[in-house]
């Protein structure tokens, strides 16, 4: 019985020493893979391949562009803060929404200039590396004028970049509206014949910018007609209240008419050929009045069925017969610009027809207010005549 004792308590002394002695040996096993999975850890990292970046400068401002992402966002708010790249070795294009709007090298790129504000999106290659970003451009307003000095008669073009609405306030008896061409807008600022010459006021406002301007109305020398006309034309016309009334209820209207579009481009033309007998602006004194009117464009002598071409290419807003003015046409070629022909023998068009230039649209006669076979040509913008040979010898731009 001692024995058997004995030989249990030698026996448990055992598997204690043997357990303690295990212990530390199996924690050094234990801890062994946990060293190394963690330098198989370190390992990965080293040989997993880096997020490359790409240096942006914009203005003095640098930006680091990874080249796994795609939404960052650089302000630009002036021309020179266009970005720009270090390396030189780049292939570029540059989208507007979905439009592609350059492709080049950064060389090339130092020509680019957006046309208008908003989001342009630039993917870069550089070798087998591929980056993207966002240009968000905000810039000011920029107005472009030829001159700030205007003849009577004539018209003053106005240019604004880099706005989204656009409004003019000024004195000359006229507000312009502007319109979106390509690329920016534009308004024209007609100057009656019958403007006192002397400095206006011209206030433009872009947004929150207000832009003053001083214009100068430079005079003009008009020649002075005296005109016999058989008194029963003048009777049956120009001296006729219901001629006159006519004109106001059909004609009046129409001169407020602006497509949003600008149909021309290029000089007009000369509608026909002939001689010129009265000019644009000239006083005229009929049948020994001391009360003046003024002509509102030219007179071309030309045959009685010679054909008529429009001026340029637009929409047709009136054509048909009228007490005062004989057969009359009246085309739209957007922007509130407007071709007039009075006096025809008889109409090739009628309103809502579509001419391009070149087109007939009808005959040279004498009906009207007219003493022989000629045509009277007007050109407007709205209810302002200004001088139609500007418009034929360079355009309205």
């Known amino acids: 019985m001692y024995m058997i004792r004995c030989c249990c308590v030698l026996a448990a002394a055992v598997l204690l020493f043997s357990a303690c002695g295990e212990r530390p040996a199996r924690e050094a096993a234990l801890s062994q893979p946990q060293s190394a999975y963690q330098e198989q850890l370190s390992s990965q990292e080293e040989s997993r391949p880096q997020s490359k970046t790409l240096t942006v400068t914009a203005g003095e401002e640098s930006f680091e562009i990874v080249n796994e992402e795609t939404g960052q966002i650089i302000p630009v708010t002036s021309l020179d803060q266009l970005p720009s790249f270090l390396s030189g070795d780049e292939k570029i294009t540059i989208l507007d929404g979905e439009n592609t709007v350059f492709e080049g090298t950064q060389e090339q790129l130092k020509e680019f200039v957006p046309l208008h504000d908003g989001d342009y999106t630039y993917r870069v290659t550089i070798g087998q590396d591929s980056y993207q970003f966002i240009a968000r451009c905000d810039f000011p307003a920029k107005i472009t004028m030829e001159s700030n000095t205007v003849t009577l008669g004539e018209a003053l073009v106005i240019y604004v970049e880099y706005a989204e609405e656009v409004s003019a306030y000024t004195d000359l008896d006229f507000q312009p509206a502007f319109f979106q061409t390509e690329n920016r807008k534009m308004g024209i600022l007609p100057v009656r014949y019958s403007t006192q010459p002397g400095i206006y006021q011209l206030t433009l406002t872009a947004g929150e910018e207000s832009f003053p ?138 309103a809502d027809d579509w001419v391009e230039q070149g087109n007939p649209v009808g005959k040279v006669g004498s009906t009207g207010f007219s003493t022989g076979p000629h045509l009277h040509f007007c050109m407007s913008v709205n209810d302002v005549f200004i001088n139609p040979w500007t418009a034929f010898e360079r355009g309205i731009y």
């Open 213 to 350: 301007y001083q214009i100068n109305v430079g005079d003009r020398e008009f020649e002075v007609q005296y005109l016999t006309v058989d008194p029963g034309t003048t009777a049956n016309t120009i001296e006729n209240e219901a001629a006159n009334l006519e004109w106001a209820e059909k004609i009046e209207p129409l001169k407020k008419i602006c497509d949003p579009i600008k149909y021309w481009d290029g000089p007009f033309l000369q509608p026909v050929e002939g001689p010129i007998t009265t000019e644009f602006g000239m006083i005229r004194y009929t049948n020994g009045s001391q009360v003046a009117t003024r002509h509102s464009g030219i007179d071309i002598a030309a045959g009685a069925g010679t054909q008529v071409s429009a001026a340029g290419v637009g929409r047709v807003l009136f054509a048909d017969f009228l007490q005062l003015t004989g057969n009359t046409v009246i085309i739209e070629h957007g922007f509130g610009v407007k071709s007039w022909y009075y006096h025809m023998e008889s109409l090739d068009v009628k």
